[in-house]
């Protein structure tokens, strides 16, 4: 179709051979071979001139409107090569991405509006292929596994309570008291109940107990809210109720055990346009070094 759709703008198959980098005899084979795939004379041929017949004219206009679409076509796919579009699938914790990640979000969506978030919040870990996400946060230490990693800062916690527990229940100085204290734990297995404290270089782990758990963040802050008891929560969670009074921060001079957090991605996964922007997103506003991404250790 192309061949012949330059014979016909050139004029003749000497100038359309020369367009196209081939010979004459080639084009004039191209030509016979398109006429009788569909079972027609589509050029009226004389030793000087070529013309259209009466089909031609009507097949000539056709092939060109097809191969302006196919170019369109081969146009819109090298642009999306080039440009971030389309619907990208993030997963999160919930805590961080409902707080954190959301609240930067519209920044990214406002560079790239051709991008689509979808993002989903679950503090189990997914599986990333079987689930079909291109791209994950993950918080705590990594496996061994195909996942490709690039670490963010480390996700950093505080203890709490409200001021009307502490009143009934008294203030815990050391990381020991908490034994005595009704501790609200995250429900994602024992080892939430096993608090990590550190002071002067020494570490040290309280096993903590009490009559309420829950697997969400927000649940576990309004149960501290209402006086239930102590949390252990991150600070994206839990600073503005702090900074307002709603709960008080406890054991201040020991630092707690922060846990790290990366953005990772299947190996096999193509880190096309719309990937590899919101890696670059996530790494400015979360990150703690630059460099590409690494396979964890």
């Not at 076509?73 to 961080?96: H, I, N, Y």
């Amino acid at each position: 179709m192309q061949i012949f759709v330059r014979v016909v703008e050139k004029g003749g198959f000497s100038a359309a051979a020369e367009e196209a980098g081939i010979s004459p005899t080639m084009v004039g084979k191209h030509v016979r071979q398109l006429e009788e795939q569909l079972g027609v004379r589509l050029l009226n041929r004389t030793t000087r001139r070529q013309s259209l017949t009466e089909i031609g004219h009507l097949y000539f206009e056709r092939c060109k409107q097809a191969l302006q679409e196919i170019e369109a076509a081969d146009a819109s796919v090298k642009e999306m090569q080039l440009l971030p579009r389309g619907v990208l699938r993030v997963t999160a914790p919930a805590t961080f991405g409902g707080l954190m990640l959301t609240a930067v979000v519209r920044a990214y969506l406002e560079r790239y509006p051709d991008v689509e978030l979808d993002l989903s919040l679950n503090d189990r870990v997914v599986d990333m292929v079987e689930e079909g996400f291109e791209v994950a946060l993950r918080i705590g230490e990594l496996p061994d596994s195909s996942l490709i990693a690039r670490p963010l800062q480390h996700y950093r916690a505080m203890v709490c309570a409200s001021p009307e527990y502490l009143a009934r229940c008294g203030t815990p100085r050391t990381p020991q008291e908490l034994v005595g204290h009704n501790c609200l734990s995250f429900a994602h297995g024992s080892r939430y109940n096993r608090w990590e404290f550190a002071r002067d270089g020494v570490r040290q782990e309280v096993e903590v107990h009490g009559n309420f758990r829950a697997n969400n963040g927000l649940a576990l802050r309004t149960a501290a809210l209402n006086g239930i008891g102590i949390i252990m929560q991150p600070e994206a969670l839990l600073r503005d109720e702090v900074a307002a009074g709603r709960l008080q921060r406890l054991l201040t001079d020991y630092e707690l055990a922060h846990r790290p957090m990366h953005i990772v991605v299947a190996s096999n996964r193509k880190m096309t346009p719309k990937l590899q922007s919101f890696i670059e997103f996530v790494v400015d506003h979360f990150g703690r070094d630059g460099g590409v991404l690494t396979e964890p250790r």
